[in-house]
């Protein structure tokens, strides 16, 4: 058996019975060097079109596998249908898998799928909602969410844009000088010393702090706050933001509830050698009086659902639901309510997501203003391509390079 099956199973299996996310399940687990590359492919592929092999496997057998079947049939229909690897090299490593794993009994079932999956015939659900759930392995709650945000024309282009390619943001480097010497092939973003790369192999040069990774929809959110004294980002971790945001800002105070994540975020202002980021550890819903009226600029960098972000979190298409969804609304509302209050008159409140859901973005906004009559929508035109919703930016991945970010700016009148 090659060994990268067996690899892409455990990896997986910690997604799928232990609730791992994919990016911790793939740190956890001892991996051949020879194949990470591909390994990690497959397994963020295999989470990317799970409704879609899950549709499969349904519809093509009388009772529903185990779970270790089920996560074999998966690894290998990708590695089929996605990777173009022959139906007989698939189906013999399944079948060695299969033994491996102790379940001998099932891998005359295994192969007999195996050998006959593409030249199944693979009819779509007849119903729209399930019909592009299954085309483009999307949830379909979140498809209806969508369709009655932006009609099922839009919705279908949002779920079938193109992920985007990493970027990297250079900081005191020329980056394109940098990339070029190096020839690295990238494009330019309209953000200055970032680009969007292909093929890019980090070095030591990241841990040296010449450049980091960071989407360019975040990119965007930090481009949007003015530079100003005294920062809060209330809902820091990893740490990216506060890192762009401390050269716009004299100091930024970083918080997170969690003091794992508090930790991510020192360790990323010690590697991008920022002294000027103070983290803590923080419940951003539980007021300090001391700190009324008292920052320049609030970044709210609420915690969201992520459907803008799925193309690097496919984890997230398995374990949202339309009631997750409703009960970060209240957090949202929770948190933005709590800290505006820390904005100076005069000062800004940022509201940012990684969501493409009108209720968790300008709902949120449309019920803060509504209540809360001393903020008022300051219009911003961020030179990233965005839809623009009352003056707010709505950065969604059919025209903003895959990215689905959002972002509003609100001053405190009084």
């Given amino acids: ?45 295999v989470l990317d079109r799970d409704i879609e092999l899950s549709y499969y496997i349904k519809n093509f057998t009388e009772k529903t596998p185990k779970l270790a079947v089920r996560t074999i049939l998966k690894i290998s229909m990708y590695m089929i249908k996605y990777l ?64 009655e945000d932006y009609g099922w024309e839009r919705t279908e282009k949002i779920i079938s844009a193109v992920y985007p390619d990493n970027t990297l943001c250079f900081y005191g480097t020329d980056g394109k000088k940098y990339l070029t010497e190096k ?13 969007i790369v292909k093929n890019f192999n980090r070095n030591a040069d990241y841990d040296d702090g010449v450049y980091t990774y ?86 709210c960098d609420a915690p969201c659902s992520g459907f803008g972000v799925v193309g690097d979190n496919p984890d997230i298409k398995l374990n949202r639901t339309e009631e997750g969804v409703s009960e970060l609304v209240k957090e949202q509302k929770a948190i933005i309510n709590t800290v505006c209050d820390y904005v100076k008159v005069g000062g800004y409140l940022y509201y940012s997501t990684c969501s493409v859901f009108l209720k968790e973005n300008i709902g949120i906004i449309r019920d803060f203003i509504s209540r809360r009559t001393d903020f008022a929508i300051e219009k911003t035109d961020s030179p990233l391509m965005h839809m623009d919703i009352d003056g707010t930016n709505a950065f969604l991945p059919d025209i903003s390079a895959g990215n689905g970010y959002y972002i509003a700016k609100l001053k405190r009148l009084r």
């Fill in 1 to 45: 058996m090659v060994n990268y099956f067996y690899d892409c199973y455990c990896i997986l299996n910690k997604v799928y019975s232990e609730k791992k996310f994919i990016k911790q399940a793939i740190n956890d687990t001892f991996i051949e060097e020879a194949h990470r590359a591909l390994t990690v492919k497959v397994c963020y592929g």
């Fill in 84 to 147: 173009g690897k022959k139906e007989y090299f698939v189906a013999d490593n399944a079948v060695e898998l299969t033994k491996k794993l102790g379940k001998g009994g099932a891998s005359g079932f295994v192969n007999a799928f195996l050998r006959n999956f593409s030249n199944r015939r693979i009819l779509l659900p007849e119903e729209k909602a399930g019909f592009l759930s299954v085309k483009y392995s999307y949830p379909e709650f979140a498809i209806k969410m969508l369709a």
């Fill in 183 to 195: 020839g690295v092939v990238f494009s330019e973003t309209p953000f200055k010393n970032v680009f």
């Fill in 214 to 299: 960071q989407s360019l929809g975040s990119v965007a959110i930090c481009d949007t706050v003015d530079k100003c004294k005294n920062l809060l980002d209330c809902c820091a971790a990893p740490g990216g933001k506060s890192v762009r945001l401390s050269y716009k800002a004299d100091k930024v105070f970083a918080w997170d509830i969690h003091p794992h994540r508090v930790t991510l975020i020192e360790e990323y202002a010690a590697r991008m050698r920022r002294s000027n980021i103070k983290a803590e550890v923080r419940d951003a819903k539980i007021f300090d009086k001391t700190l009324e009226k008292f920052f320049d600029a609030v970044l």
